[in-house]
């Protein structure tokens, strides 16, 4: 049963409860009662998107308007692929949409997808060989699997984030996009600085279908300077 509009896109759908079942923990029936009651989730399913992850992207572009028609994107880590399938709508047929991850990412209609890591030393080649030249945007929605431990889970992440960073001004053209989750929590001064010193704009931004109990937030940097 569906309720009124909540965030764009997200049906508010009443409230489901999960009873307690053997073998089931309660971190686990949690977690099922959340994505049960998750609007994202469910909307998720009915537009056919790979993750709830999906909306982020959506709300962050429809603020920042970095998406073009006849672009060039590269996702970062981009297993399951709700990433890549809003660029592929935002780009349009005209565009190119690449995803990179370790693991495998099932077939996505419009998009180049490989397997592999974007941190070795040939894959800005490879990549720009497959885009047929500089990107327009990359994206990374990474995330290391979490400690528990907020320091370290924070160190991981930004980790994660200045790598996408340092592989983006290898492969991004003048004019181009940087969009890459950090957290919370301090130890961002690194990344803001290499950023405003290549980007002529830089933004924090934490888009609706972002949990409020989660310390995520996401840098958009536009206007890239070109590398020396």
């Known amino acids: 049963m569906t309720g009124d509009k909540g965030e764009r896109g997200a049906p508010r759908p009443s409230r489901v ?31 056919g998107y790979r993750s709830r992850a999906a909306f982020k992207l959506d709300q962050i572009d429809r603020k920042y308007h970095l998406l073009k028609r006849g672009g060039r994107v590269v996702d970062l880590g981009a297993a399951p692929g709700g990433w890549i399938q809003v660029a592929l709508e935002r780009v349009g047929p005209t565009g190119k949409v690449i995803g990179i991850d370790l693991q495998e990412i099932e077939p ?30 990359v994206l990374s929605d990474m995330a290391a699997a979490s400690t528990g431990h907020p320091a370290t889970d924070h160190l991981r992440i930004m980790a994660l ?38 980007f002529a704009k830089v933004a924090h931004v934490k888009p609706p279908a972002s949990r409020k109990d989660s310390a995520e937030l996401y840098v958009v940097a536009s206007g890239f300077r070109g590398s020396a």
Do not use: C, H
């Open 17 to 47: 409860r999960v009873k307690s079942a053997k073998g089931r923990t309660l971190s686990s029936k949690l977690w099922l009662e959340r994505q049960l009651n998750d609007p994202y989730v469910a909307e998720a399913k009915r537009k």
């Open 108 to 137: 996505i209609p419009g998009a180049i997808l490989l397997q592999g890591d974007f941190l070795e030393e040939d894959a800005p080649g490879t990549l720009k060989a497959a885009l047929g030249g500089l990107a327009d945007a």
């Open 161 to 198: 984030a200045e790598a996408a960073l340092d592989f983006a001004v290898q492969v991004l053209a003048p004019g181009g996009v940087f969009v890459a989750k950090v957290l919370q929590g301090g130890g961002e001064r690194a990344l803001l600085d290499t950023l405003r010193r290549n």
